[in-house]
């Protein structure tokens, strides 16, 4: 047996090393950081990348991304007191339709909470721009 697993470390070996010898050293040494190393090296050699699906997920997130803050730039009331002020069941439908439009690793719950005024509770929410941002932002590298 321990043959066996030296064997296949060595074919593993010889074939990674087959494979980084055809990739220029110069754009190797560029992508030794890079969390996506093959993505990174197909990107610096102006080759199309085999497995275009993170390419159109990143799209398809970026646009409802957009669609997304559309909503919330709607949604928003200036306040000179207390800054903007979000008209949350705006805000809930412009989550639910995000979150409908997307693969659910990459949907976002819905923040908000009621706080006490003067005539009774009051939904307070904020835009959740910066979690979808957050899911979006390790695509583009």
Not at 6 to 35: E, F, M, N, R, Y
Not at 112 to 128: H, N, S
Request: some cysteine; charged content about 15%; glycine content about 6%.
């Amino acid at each position: 047996m321990p043959w066996r697993f030296q064997l296949s470390w060595l074919i593993g070996l010889v074939a990674g090393t087959a494979a980084l010898a055809q990739v220029d050293p110069q754009v190797h040494q560029q992508c030794l950081a890079a969390k996506d190393y093959s993505g990174c090296v197909q990107h610096l050699s102006g080759s199309t990348p085999q497995d275009s699906g993170s390419s159109q997920l990143l799209e398809q997130l970026l646009k409802q991304q957009q669609l997304y803050l559309q909503a919330v730039q709607q949604a928003g009331r200036p306040n000179r007191f207390v800054g903007t002020i979000y008209n949350c069941q705006r805000l809930k439908r412009a989550l639910a339709q995000f979150n409908a439009a997307v693969p659910n690793a990459y949907q976002v719950d819905y923040q908000g909470q009621f706080e006490a005024a003067v005539f009774g509770e009051v939904e307070a929410c904020a835009p959740q721009s910066d979690d979808i941002e957050e899911l979006i932002e390790p695509l583009r590298r």
